[in-house]
Nanobody, 118 residues
Framework: QEQFVESGGGSVQPGGSLRLSCVASGFDSRWYSVGWFRQAPGKELEAVAC????????DYALSVKGRFFVSRDNSKNTIYLQMNSLKSDDTGRYYC???????????RGQGTQVTVPS
């Protein structure tokens, strides 16, 4: 079954860093733009970052720009999200999917939880 598997979440103090990983299972992710999304308690799923399948610069939500960095290693079929200077507002469940829109992203996994206490 084609699916992404997310990992790397955890609990971290404000100002800390985490690196999330998103491994494609059952398909080659190099042909897709891949987005990172998050859902905070009581809120809708929102787009955080997106890396293209080509040479375009990644896109970031304004709330994370300059703090989060998305990258990919096609040899490992893996997409990463480096998260720095974490804030309590970054708390949520993080998912990745094929495509930049959380509404239509394909192969979305079970997600990984990130908790930053206030």
């Amino acid at each position: 079954q084609e699916q992404f598997v997310e990992s790397g979440g955890g609990s971290v103090q404000p100002g800390g860093s985490l690196r999330l990983s998103c491994v494609a299972s059952g398909f080659d992710s190099r042909w897709y733009s891949v987005g990172w999304f998050r859902q905070a308690p009581g809120k809708e799923l929102e787009a955080v970052a997106c890396v293209s399948d080509g040479d375009d610069e990644p896109d970031y939500a304004l709330s994370v720009k300059g703090r989060f960095f998305v990258s990919r290693d096609n040899s490992k079929n893996t997409i990463y999200l480096q998260m720095n200077s974490l804030k309590s507002d970054d708390t949520g469940r993080y998912y990745c999917g094929a495509g930049c829109s959380p509404v239509v992203a394909l192969y979305r996994g079970q997600g990984t939880q990130v908790t930053v206490p206030s």
